[in-house]
Structures are given as structure tokens and as C-alpha cells.
């Protein structure tokens, strides 16, 4: 449980060392969805959960070579937490951003 609480911890004191970032992040996701506004519907929520599944599984595979790491060096359950979060996160965040993108690509409904 310690492992748990140190890792959130840590993600939220990044989180306050990059609010600006994440706050204009926030802010171009807003401006996309008010742009993409009329043209969204659940083909495009569709092509963004598929993205975004995709965008985890190679994530998952990727991020340990990424760190300088490997898939064997993973020998604890919290690295395959840690690694599953990361990738299941920047999926997410890919999907969510992706849905009013392909809104504005895809034309009127």
C-alpha cells in the first residue's frame, strides 16, 4: 500500500510543478471541443477509443526501452502497475483529445 500512496505522491508533485502546462493543455482540449461542436457523434468516439487503445498497447511495450529498462527487469508487481497506469493514461489523454480532432476532420454530420 505504501508503493501505492509514494507513486501517487510523486505524480502529484509533478502535476504542481507543471500546472501551467497542464492548465494550457486543458484549455486548447476545451477550444477543440467548442470548435468541434455539432460535428461530433459516436463514430468519432469510436475512432478515438480505438486510437487510444492503440496508443496504450504500443505505450505499454515501448515506455520500459523508453526508460532505459526492459519487460525482464520488471519483477515487481508495482513496476507492471506503474507501467499498465502510464500506459492506460497517455492512451486516455490520446483518445480525449483525439475525438474533437477527428470531429473537425471528418466534415458535418
Not at 14 to 23: Q, R, T
Amino acid at each position: 500500500m505504501y508503493e501505492i500512496w509514494l507513486a501517487m505522491n510523486i505524480v502529484y508533485e509533478i502535476a504542481l510543478g507543471i500546472w501551467p502546462l497542464l492548465a494550457l493543455l486543458l484549455a486548447v482540449w476545451v477550444a477543440l471541443l467548442v470548435a468541434a461542436r455539432g460535428r461530433l457523434g459516436a463514430r468519432q468516439v469510436r475512432q478515438a477509443l480505438l486510437l487510444g487503445a492503440l496508443v496504450a498497447v504500443a505505450l505499454f511495450f515501448s515506455v520500459p526501452t523508453l526508460t532505459q529498462s526492459s519487460l525482464s527487469n520488471m519483477g515487481y508487481w508495482v513496476d507492471w502497475a506503474n507501467l499498465l497506469a502510464i500506459a492506460l493514461g497517455l492512451g486516455a489523454l490520446a483518445a480525449v483529445f483525439s475525438v474533437p480532432i477527428l470531429g473537425l476532420a471528418g466534415g458535418r454530420r
